[in-house]
């Protein structure tokens, strides 16, 4: 068991080391990376492409990585904004590493990029416990999910810099209970700001834009609790994991 431990955490301290290094080459390009982690289904997509859009109605240089074990759908969907889009095939692996968007971004990432959206594999166990060498790392939920998802992953909520809420245009329909999602997501991340959108009515567009240009100009970002001091551990039953979240550079 001991083994098991750490050899995990040797992973995760190799991973938090590449993203130092990745942070600090983008941040010398200029560059601000989001990570956004969701489960399937949670409209992630949906929501980046808007986001995507009004970026390039803006004039800002985006562009935008998407991860998914097979299939190039998402990538399809999000080149329709008109900014660079790369997809990536993870083969089976349920998250993506520093290294590995490191070598994705290599000859690819256009100069003058401001801003790259990472469209992690939809899934909140793996990808919450590594670092990509983000500036903000946003988790994401629909209405659809339940009010008690972040006390169900409370690693990828713990950690998440922004929390924002997905299909709010259909709140109503599902009975979504705001008032409870919201105080499930303070009691595993105090003082993280909650977004509400949804990409079919309009609602809250542009505030994930804003909120990402914002880190990348140095605005201060939500230190979550979890996050300090910095560890890694493990835990069996649930196979989640206590990891750094990087804030700035």
Same mark, same amino acid.
Do not use: I, K, Q
């Given at each position: 068991m001991c083994r098991v431990v750490d050899l995990q955490q040797a992973v995760l301290a190799k991973n938090d080391a590449s993203a130092q290094s990745l942070r600090a080459e983008l941040a010398a390009r200029g560059t601000t990376v989001v990570n956004l982690l969701s489960s399937p289904g949670s409209g992630k997509t949906a929501l980046l492409e808007r986001? $995507? &859009?009004l970026a390039r109605e803006r004039g800002v240089p985006v562009a935008a990585l998407t991860a998914d074990l097979a299939t190039e759908n998402d990538a399809l969907r999000l080149a329709r904004s008109g900014v660079p889009v790369k997809q990536v095939l993870t083969d089976g692996l349920c998250h993506l590493e520093a290294g590995m968007l490191g070598g994705h971004l290599d000859g690819w990432l256009p100069e003058g990029t401001r801003l790259l959206f990472v469209e992690n594999v939809g899934n909140l166990v793996c990808p919450a416990s590594y670092d990509l060498g983000e500036s903000l790392r946003v988790v994401l939920a629909s209405v659809t999910e339940g009010e008690d998802k972040p006390l169900k992953y409370p690693t990828a909520f713990g950690l998440a810099h922004l929390v924002v809420v997905t299909k709010t245009d259909i709140a109503a329909a599902v009975d979504f209970d705001e008032a409870a999602f919201r105080a499930n997501v303070q009691q &595993?991340?105090?003082? =993280?700001? =909650? =977004? !509400?959108?949804?990409?079919r009515g309009g609602v809250g567009l542009g505030? !994930? $834009?804003?909120?990402?240009?914002?880190a990348g100009e140095g605005a201060a970002v939500h230190t979550p609790v979890m996050a300090a001091p910095p560890a890694h551990t493990h835990t069996d039953h649930t196979h989640t994991h206590a990891a750094v979240a990087q804030t700035r550079p």
């Open positions: 986001e $995507l &859009v &595993v991340n105090p003082g =993280v700001e =909650v =977004v !509400l959108t949804s990409a505030a !994930l $834009l804003d909120r990402a240009l914002a």
